[in-house]
C-alpha cells in the first residue's frame, strides 16, 4: 500500500502504472504496444498472468502459508500474478481507501485480488496471455521480442539475456 499511495499522491497524471519484480525481463516496448491497443480501458483497469480459484496455502512449512485468522476463504480471488501487473492510474487511491477495511495479509498479489473484489471491479486478461511468462527453459531471443514479462532464475540471467536482445539484428 505504501507503494500505492506514492503512485496516488505523486504520480496523479500517469494513465497506467506496473509493479514488477526484480527477477523479471521486462519488454517495455511491448508493454506500451499492448497499453496502446483499441479498447485497453484507462479506468478500474487491472492486467497480467491472472490467478483464478488458487487455494490458500495452509502448511506452515510454506513461504505463503496464511493462517485461517488473518485470511478465512479456502480460495483467493483471482488475483494478478505478482511478477508484474499492470494497471490503471486511477486504481491506487481506491486501493489505499479499500485497503482500511481489509485484513493485511503478506501475499501481496492476492491482496491486490482482494481488494479488487472488494472494489466490486473484475481484472481483466491481457489481450495476449502468452506475452506474460512464468519460468523459461532456455533464452530465446525471438520468443523474448513477443513477450512482455518473464520470470528469470538470476540478475545474471537478465544482463545476459537483455544484452543479447538489445544487439543490433532481427531477433526472429
Known sequence: MVIMDWLATRCPTAAYAMKVDSDMFLNIDNLVIMLQT????????????????SPVIRSK?????????????????????????????????????ISKSIKPFNIEDAYIGECMKKLGFSLTSPPDSSQFKTYNTKYDRCEFSRIITYILHSS?????????????????
Open 38 to 53: 483499441p479498447g485497453i480501458p484507462r479506468i478500474n483497469y487491472l492486467t497480467g498472468l491472472l490467478m483464478w480459484n
Open 61 to 97: 512449512d510454506s513461504k505463503w502459508y496464511i493462517p485461517e485468522e488473518i485470511y478465512p476463504y479456502p480460495q483467493y480471488p483471482t488475483y494478478p500474478l505478482g511478477m508484474g501487473y499492470i494497471f490503471s492510474n486511477d486504481l491506487p487511491a481506491k486501493f489505499v481507501e
Open 156 to 172: 545474471e540471467e537478465l544482463i545476459n539475456y537483455w544484452t543479447d536482445y538489445k544487439k543490433p539484428g532481427a531477433h526472429c
